[in-house]
């Protein structure tokens, strides 16, 4: 079983973490704040000498998983309100663009009509190039579904690599049909 839970979080200066009443996490940073819910049956937080430590009450496998959930997220916190982060998507196609237009984003994927996409609250794009998106935030989860979302639009076509993907991402490509000899 994986020890994750039990690693103490620490707290870097300027951040501030507090456990409300209600059992939500809110860690406030330079960046910004975010909150998280916190399920008090299994797990216990607490803010002890820089650092944040969560505590379950048995080793059940439910609450083994959960303990590990709510420390990565809540380290996922600590880290988005210090340094945040960001996803990047390439678009690959023959006319295939993409552009920033106030709150949206306009692509040219091969349908047609332009498709335009709301740029959720909490978020910033830019397109530092016409084939590529830069969405960047300080929740990860946000950040990656916004991502996720985009990357659904066009899937990559496996023969000539066209569609949406992670930048990082590598695109399997199969080799071209051939007809019989």
Known sequence: MSRIGRAPISVPAGVTVDVNTENE???????????????????????????????????????KAKHGLYRALIANMVKGVVEGYSKSVTISGIGYKCAVQGNKIVLNIGYSHPVNIEIPRGLTATCPSATEIVISGIDKTAVGQFAADIKALKKVEPYHGYGIYYTNEPVRRKEIKKGKK
């Open 25 to 63: 996490v809110i860690v406030t940073g330079p960046k910004g704040s975010l909150r998280q819910w916190v399920d008090p049956t299994c797990i216990k937080v607490a803010v002890e000498n820089g650092h944040v430590v969560l505590s379950r009450n048995s080793d059940e496998n439910q609450i």
